[in-house]
């Protein structure tokens, strides 16, 4: 009997060659092991199951406890679950102010608003502030003393060339006291800030101005007439 009678009378009787997996899609049983993987099945089924970087859902994300902060564009800072380090400068404003002529201030204690008024929205509720300004050239007799801060308001006020009704509150609880007992100008440059946060809500605008007032005569905050500027500084601080 020839070989190929064999072979032929094998496949027909339907014996173990028949019983062997097509070569097109082939079904295994057992545990199909590979070089390096003791199980392909197990490694198969892992790897299908895995979250990728091109497949995370929503719900994926909040399985692993990230927050979700939404789109964060340029400009865009006012997330409130957005974490700034300490002492980060979050936002600022600055506006300068050409003097029109003297200015002086008074007794009134609530303080005369004077120069620029700056608005700031603020990026976090109960916002820090920081605050600078430089005035030129003041001018005090030898028994008074300025007394100077900076005013906030939650809604806009005048200031300019002097605003005793301006409304707004003090940043800072203790003044800038300067005293001169030879009566002459001088240069002064105030640095202030809030010891608690402002009453504020997140996106709020305030406005800030120099504000300041004397015990006793009225001495200048502008002894320059128009021919200075005052810039006031506000930074929001984490």
Do not use: C
Not at 12 to 25: F, H, M, R, T, V
Not at 55 to 63: E, F, R, S, V, Y
Not at 196 to 205: M, R, V
Request: proline share 3%.
């Amino acid at each position: 009997m020839t070989r190929a009678r064999i072979l032929a009378d094998y496949v027909s009787s339907g014996d173990e060659l028949a019983l062997k997996a097509p070569i097109a899609g082939p079904t295994f049983t057992g545990t199909v092991a590979i070089p390096n993987v003791a199980n392909l099945e197990t490694a198969v089924v892992a790897n299908t199951a895995k979250v990728t970087n091109y497949n995370q859902t929503l719900a994926d994300i909040n399985a692993l406890d990230v927050t979700e902060l939404g789109t964060v564009t340029s400009g865009n800072l006012s997330n409130t679950a957005i974490v700034y380090p300490a002492g980060h400068i979050i936002g600022s404003n600055r506006v300068r102010y050409q003097w029109a002529g003297d200015v002086t201030v008074d007794t009134t204690s609530t303080g005369k608003a004077f120069g620029p008024v700056v608005p700031l929205q603020l990026v976090k509720a109960n916002a820090k502030i920081y605050a600078t300004y430089n005035i030129d050239e003041t001018y005090q007799n030898g028994t008074s003393i300025l007394y100077l801060n900076v005013a906030y308001k939650s809604s806009s006020f005048t200031a300019g060339t002097g605003n005793n009704a301006h409304g707004g509150a003090y940043l800072h609880s203790t003044h800038s006291q300067y005293r001169d007992v030879n009566s002459i100008s001088k240069q002064i440059t105030i640095h202030t800030f809030n010891e608690t946060g402002l009453s504020n809500s997140a996106g709020d605008t305030y406005y800030f101005s120099p504000v300041g007032y004397t015990n006793t005569g009225t001495p200048g905050v502008n002894y320059y007439g128009a021919a200075s500027h005052i810039t006031l500084n506000v930074f929001e601080v984490s």
